[in-house]
């Protein structure tokens, strides 16, 4: 049964700090997103690569945040430096072909 | 520019059917999703649709009218199970070629006993 996974689930930290989430696609899809979800705006997408080259990325605030895909089986999300209004759930999802989204069970973020 | 619109809230009875509207407007449309959320749980897929018309897949239908920027997704015999949120997602291609999915931010099913 092959799912999106996703590390870590929930995050606790302090504003200020270095935030890494990391995302496994389903082996075989070429293309990765990152979504951000929260009650007032619900799903954002943050940036999305394909065959691990960023193809999009205006969703996401360059000041503090980067994405990257250093390899086929592991994409990364990175905010530094934490601020509470990053307070959200973080979703990674991987697709082939433009269709369906197979989305991961998300990382839960706390900036305090 | 680019939106999608749902409501936010809807309740409907064990049994029952209920219609989930979405509106959107889009430059480059080439399709529209429904996903369905429970509370707590990631994004699962229920429906494409890219041409006018209806789409059926057991209990749940989508239908789509491009020339309106309308689709719906209808849900027959409503089980305790459908409680959740109801994402409509439109896949909007630029001219480099180059998409995106841009969600509306759902819509609240409570199904009651």
């Known amino acids: 049964d092959a799912r999106v996974t996703q590390t870590p689930r929930h995050k606790v930290t302090e504003m200020g700090q270095e935030v890494t989430m990391r995302c496994q696609p389903i082996l075989g899809h070429n293309t990765v997103f990152w979504y951000r979800q929260t009650m007032m705006q619900g799903l954002e997408l943050l940036a999305y690569f394909r065959n691990r080259a960023p193809l999009d990325d205006s969703g996401m605030p360059k000041d503090r945040f980067s994405a990257e895909m250093p390899d086929a089986t592991l994409a990364t999300l990175k905010i530094q430096p934490s601020e509470p209004r990053d307070s959200a759930v973080y979703f990674c999802a991987s697709n082939l072909g433009g269709w369906e989204q197979y989305f991961g069970p998300g990382t839960r973020l706390t900036v305090t | ?113």
């Open chain 2, 1 to 113: 520019g680019q939106n999608i619109d749902q409501p936010t809230e809807m309740t409907a009875t064990e049994g029952a059917i209920v219609q989930i509207n979405c509106t959107y407007q889009t430059s480059g449309f080439n399709g529209l999703f429904w996903y369905q959320q429970h509370a707590g749980e990631a994004p699962t897929f229920l429906s494409y649709n890219v041409l006018d018309g209806l789409e059926e897949k057991g209990r749940f239908s989508s239908f789509l009218s491009r020339s309106k920027g309308y689709s719906y997704l209808l849900l027959k015999e409503l089980q305790m199970k459908d409680s959740a949120s109801y994402l409509c997602a439109v896949k909007d291609t630029r001219a480099s070629g180059t998409y995106k999915y841009i969600f509306g931010t759902g819509t609240r099913l409570k199904v009651l006993a």
